[in-house]
Nanobody, 118 residues
């Protein structure tokens, strides 16, 4: 059974930083591309970052240069370092397989809330 458990969210001021973690189980983690997604109130879930099984990463333009995705295969964990946070980054953040996509069905965790506000 595939499971993802996200953590590390919180309240941060604009310009601040947070590091999210997501531990995966039930998959051969080192073989899979994984991604972070987020969902703001009233919006659909959207893609934030992907890291492939070789460690290469891609980002959408609105987070590129501010967010960094990384992985520790020994710990079955993917991370999202978020710097220069903006109020529009406020959302619930989720991780999942990259193949799922932001609107795919499957095993979604509870996510972790990130609130950027002064």
């Amino acid at each position: 059974q595939v499971q993802f458990v996200e953590s590390g969210g919180g309240l941060v001021q604009p310009g601040g930083s947070l590091r999210l973690s997501c531990k995966a189980s039930g998959i051969r983690f080192n073989e899979r591309d994984v991604a972070w997604y987020r969902q703001a109130p009233g919006n659909q879930r959207e893609w934030v970052a992907t890291i492939n099984n070789g460690g290469s990463s891609v980002y959408p333009i609105d987070v590129k240069g501010r967010f960094t995705i990384s992985r520790d295969n020994a710990k079955n964990t993917v991370y999202l370092q978020m710097n220069s946070l903006k109020p529009e980054d406020t959302a619930v953040y989720y991780c999942n397989l990259a193949t799922i996509g932001p609107t795919g069905s499957g095993s979604w965790g509870q996510g972790t809330q990130v609130t950027v506000s002064s």
